[in-house]
């Protein structure tokens, strides 16, 4: 059975930072693109980042280029989002999922990211 | 605001058949396939629709979608009260090299 994992969330101070983790299991983490979604409390969802399978090639929204670092360690099957400088408007539930072609498969169930004074 | 744009609400009875639409432009669903995702409230995501109009095994044969042009549909036949959710349609688009979602549609089975 396919899990994804998220973990790391919590209440940040504006212009800090946090690192989100995905756990994956099921299924064979390095064959797979991975990416991040999120979601703010009562909006749609946007999404943030993806990678490759061996980690060398990431993309990312155009309104989070150089604040946020998405990477990958396929030995520990995980997956991961390095925030800085974090804003009030970075507030939101992350998804991490599992890209399959042109969708996104499997999600995980989220980690809520809370930035406030 | 959305790069897809979705109706934010819907409503049907139990056994009726509703529809949702889904509009972007040429560098989207002009291009590339259309996924839908269904989000039940307080839950994650789950792909509903992919490429279109396939449906991941274990999803109900209620649920349907098409593509046209710049346009998405996803139809839900004898709609249940377990079909209340959020709906999400989605596709790459060339011009932002990403995916783009719509900004849901709320669907109140009444």
């Known amino acids: 059975e396919v899990q994804l994992v998220e973990s790391g969330g919590g209440l940040v101070q504006p212009g800090g930072s946090l690192r989100l983790s995905c756990t994956a299991s099921?299924?064979?983490?390095?064959?797979?693109?991975m990416q991040w979604v999120r979601q703010a409390p009562g909006k749609g969802l946007v999404w943030v980042s993806r990678i490759n399978s061996d980690g060398i090639r990431t993309l990312y929204a155009d309104s989070l280029k150089g604040r946020f670092t998405i990477s990958r360690d396929n030995a520990k099957n995980t997956l991961y989002l390095q925030m800085n400088s974090l804003r009030a408007e970075d507030t939101a539930v992350y998804y991490c999922?599992?890209?399959?072609?042109?969708?996104?498969?499997?999600w995980g169930q989220g980690t809520l990211v809370a930035v406030s004074s | 605001q959305s790069v897809l744009t979705q109706p934010p609400s819907a409503s049907g009875t139990p056994g009726q058949r509703v529809t949702i639409s889904c509009s972007g432009s040429s560098s989207s669903i002009g291009t590339n396939t259309v996924n839908w995702y269904q989000q039940l409230p307080g839950t994650a995501p789950k792909l509903l629709i992919y490429?279109?109009?396939q449906r991941p095994s274990g999803v109900p044969d209620r649920f349907s979608g098409s593509k046209s042009g710049t346009s998405a549909s996803l139809a839900i036949s004898g709609l249940q009260s377990e079909d209340e959710a959020d709906y999400y349609c989605?596709?790459?688009?060339?011009?932002?090299?990403?995916?783009?979602f719509g900004g849901g549609t709320k669907l109140a089975v009444l």
């Open positions: 490429s279109n109009s």
């Open positions: 099921g299924f064979t983490f390095s064959d797979y693109w």
């Open positions: 989605a596709a790459w688009d060339d011009s932002l090299n990403g995916p783009v």
């Open positions: 999922g599992r890209v399959n072609g042109d969708h996104f498969d499997y």
